[in-house]
């Protein structure tokens, strides 16, 4: 019986946004994480050293692998857009993390070009498969609290508000 391909993916921005990427991959069988593309070389070398991936400092390049199927996007919001439709015009599948772009009309430029190049383009919604959540929907299922009309949870983190250094605004990736 002959087996089923791995699915290699590549990591466009090794900091905190991507961090959990590599650890997921590593528990499921069927993919491998091989590749990333950030600006700080201290970033590439780390991810270098701690995954054995090739890094790159500039996304297209990173794309120009053709042992590369899939991009995951987890750059600063601003360049979800710019960074997803780069790696889909070279073929790649694409998942970005949320929000998926700024404005509507970057969510349509990327949607066109990912059906232009017949691939597939996913917003990731990390925390769907959590156990908390899964528990929450498990009870929800179960009728034990009745009709629910409303859920609310809250996640802090001050990442969006904290202040970007020089090198996550350089558009250059």
């Known amino acids: 019986m002959a087996s089923i391909p791995s699915i290699r993916i590549g990591l466009v921005g090794l900091g905190t946004g991507g961090r959990s990427l590599p650890q997921a991959v590593a528990k499921v069988t069927g993919f491998s994480f091989v590749a990333g593309a950030d600006l700080r070389p201290e970033a590439r070398d780390q991810y270098a050293a ?14 120009e692998r053709e042992k590369l199927d899939a991009v995951y996007v987890a750059t600063p919001n601003p360049y979800h857009a710019e960074h997803a439709i780069t790696a889909l015009e070279h073929g790649k599948h694409v998942m970005v993390e949320k929000p998926m772009a700024l404005t509507l009309e970057d969510c349509d430029k990327m949607i066109a070009v990912a059906e232009k190049n017949r691939v597939k383009l996913m917003v990731a919604h990390t925390r769907s498969f959590n156990p908390p959540i899964r528990k929450m929907r498990e009870i929800i299922s179960s009728g034990q609290l009745g009709r629910v009309t409303q859920v609310h949870t809250i996640r802090y983190s001050p990442w969006l508000l904290r202040p970007r250094e020089p090198v996550e605004i350089d558009t250059k990736l």
């Open 50 to 63: 701690e995954f054995g991936i090739q890094t790159f400092d500039s996304i297209a390049v990173m794309c």
